[in-house]
């Protein structure tokens, strides 16, 4: 058994709630009908879905919208098998809200749960990230929720990860998740 499947065998559990909640998603990713035009749909910076300037309440129609939700270089669309409306995303489309952390056999395991209910397991398929490519000196942690679809990390879960982290050789502070190291910033 290679690490790797050491550690999905070790936190299967884990990976199995993960999968449970991707299981249920449509193919999106198999639909490609031309553009039907741009929807006045924003999701912004917390994940709150405004439509026409209005915060849309329902839970379980963010929760249908999230999962029709495709990525097309810069671009994010709600797309069906006959539709595909363009939507404006101010920085990420999903919003990360809690973590939490299991131990076994001296690994570790770091799970983050989104807005919209979903939970992701941080791992070299689902890695972490630090990007500060705005120009501030803010740290802006994300991290891949699936495909190509990023999960903005609330400043709360942030200082939760990086009282987790440890410093690396080279200045760094690291956070281990499924065998797998995940920078956060480096230390001054």
């Known amino acids: 058994m290679t690490p790797s499947q050491s550690l999905d065998h070790l936190f299967a559990d884990l ?8 299981t249920k998603l449509p193919p999106v990713h198999l639909w490609d009908p031309p553009t ?15 439509h026409e300037g209005g915060e849309i309440k329902r839970e379980r129609l963010v929760k249908l919208f ?10 994010y669309f709600l797309v069906t098998p006959v539709e595909k409306w363009q ?25 983050l749960t989104t807005s919209t209910g979903e939970t992701v ?3 070299a398929e689902n890695p972490l990230w630090v990007d500060d490519s705005e120009g501030t000196s803010d ?3 994300l991290v891949t929720v699936r495909g190509n679809l990023p999960g903005l990390v609330s400043r709360t879960v942030f200082y939760q990860l990086v009282e987790w ?9 690291y956070v281990e998740s499924m065998g797998s190291q995940f920078l956060l910033g480096m230390m001054d």
């Not at 741009?38 to 709150?48: A, S, Y």
């Not at 982290?165 to 502070?173: M, N, R, S, T």
């Open 139 to 141: 740290p802006i942690p």
């Open 66 to 75: 999230s999962t029709i939700l495709k990525r097309e270089g810069e671009h």
């Open 15 to 22: 990976l199995a709630q993960q999968r449970s909640g991707t």
């Open 121 to 123: 397991v941080i791992s």
């Open 36 to 50: 039907s035009g741009i929807m006045d749909l924003v999701v912004d910076r917390e994940g709150r879905w405004i």
């Open 165 to 173: 982290g440890h410093p690396g050789k080279d200045g760094g502070l």
């Open 87 to 111: 939507i404006r995303v101010d920085f990420a489309p999903f919003y990360i809200m809690a973590a939490s952390r299991e131990n076994r056999d001296s690994q570790q395991a770091i799970s």
